[in-house]
DNA sequence: TATAAAGTATACTAAAACCGTAAACAAAAG
DNA sequence: CTTTTGTTTACGGTTTTAGTATACTTTATA
């Protein structure tokens, strides 16, 4: 019941971007971060296929935030990287729900969405900007 | 985010029990819930070192539902099987926090910690007892 | 009281997910 | 044209999950 620890890097990451404000190589947001400059990579590849930051190659090349940080949310983070919040895997389309119960959805699955949609609304409410100062 | 198959098996099972309001062997209860009878065993044995079902020996034995169905929370189920209800592992008790940011408690951990509680909460008010007829 | 039907306990295993690492490559600044 | 950076793909160790196996104990009942 918990996000990855990637996830959590990522949140840190982009923290570090946000409150940077500009461009910073990939070795500053790791020892910034506190994130290993390899698996850092590998999480900026990531919000870059978003369009959450903005990569530059070549020398003085690095990162950049390119979300505006009022829009940006801790939902959206995390589900870059972990993919749909769900609380349960009866929730992801491919499940084929068999418990029995009910006539079309089981109980225990509806109730499982709507808190998952619940603390989904809630964490995309959460913007990067209500953790600067 | 998800919790373990194991913990949605665990509500199904106690279900089963709940609606049949008596002692049922391991078969059944398996042939009911649709858990393979080894690893609906193994469930039950954590359910009932938790006191939630009661078991009997021997020939003719069984488990039987020992919470009250009124009582009996999702929440209770699912921690009885996957442990803490926590939606970051930061928030477990050995985890010692290095993220910047704060003065002594980081910003998002606390809300990580507010939604894990919300999420707990809302858990322990869903009740066995509502999803029966 | 024998025996078969149940649960108990421990340990094992296969597969998946998680958490990174490695290496070869491509782009761009100076 | 070389150095510094990002890009891509693949690899691999570890942990968790999901489920199984085996040997055992207990007890109803014939």
């Known amino acids: 019941m ?8 990522a949140v840190r990451i982009v ?3 946000a409150a940077e404000k500009k461009m910073l190589p990939a070795r500053d947001i790791s020892e ?13 590849r990531k919000l ?3 369009g959450i930051v903005v990569s530059y190659k ?8 390119a979300a505006d940080p009022k829009e940006l949310s801790l939902g959206q983070l995390i ?3 972990d993919g749909p919040l769900e609380i349960n895997h009866c929730l992801s389309d491919s499940f ?6 009910d006539k079309r959805i089981c109980r225990f699955r509806r109730v499982f969405s709507e808190l998952s949609i619940e603390l989904r609304d809630k964490l ?10």
Do not use: P, Q, W
Request: hydrophobic letters at 35%.
């Open 48 to 50: 870059a296929s978003e």
């Open 79 to 81: 589900e870059c990287i």
């Open 32 to 44: 910034r971060s506190g994130v290993t400059l390899r698996f850092a990579l590998k999480i900026l």
């Open 58 to 65: 070549g020398a003085s090349g690095g990162y950049e935030l």
């Open 15 to 17: 923290y570090v971007l």
């Open 96 to 101: 084929d729900c068999t418990r029995v119960g």
């Open 124 to 133: 995309y409410s959460l913007k990067l900007s209500d953790f600067i100062d």
């Open 2 to 9: 918990r996000i990855t620890h990637e996830a959590d890097y």
